[in-house]
Nanobody
Framework: QVQLVESGGGVVQAGGSLRLSCAAS????????MGWFRQAPGKEREFVAL????????HYADSVKGRFTISRDNAKNTVYLQMNSLKPEDTAVYYC???????????????WGQGTQVTVSS
């Protein structure tokens, strides 16, 4: 069982930055690939970014590529999402999730955090 707790959300103006954190409870954190997803009101949950268990490989949705950076600190059991040049369309609840496999679909993730709200004002 893995418990995930996100933090770092908030309200920011367009063009600003936020850094999300996701702390994991498990001592087996390094067994998991970690992903960030987001869900805007009335929309399906969508993939944002993914990082390998060792942190050496990452993948991003086209909509955030070049603006967002995913990273992890395995010594702290924590994964991060640095979000720069934020746009109003980035407004959503952001979730971190853990998977044993390299997957982009939300249905393939085993564990989820409770989410943190990010609001970007124009």
């Amino acid at each position: 069982q893995v418990q995930l707790v996100e933090s770092g959300g908030g309200v920011v103006q367009a063009g600003g930055s936020l850094r999300l954190s996701c702390a994991a409870s498990a001592n087996t954190f390094t067994n998991y690939r970690m992903g960030w997803f987001r869900q805007a009101p009335g929309k399906e949950r969508e993939f944002v970014a993914l990082i390998s268990s060792g942190g050496g490989t990452t993948h991003y949705a086209d909509s955030v590529k070049g603006r967002f950076t995913i990273s992890r600190d395995n010594a702290k059991n924590t994964v991060y999402l640095q979000m720069n040049s934020l746009k109003p369309e980035d407004t959503a609840v952001y979730y971190c999730a853990a998977s044993r496999f390299w997957r982009f679909a939300a249905a393939d993730y085993d564990y989820w955090g409770q989410g943190t709200q990010v609001t970007v004002s124009s």
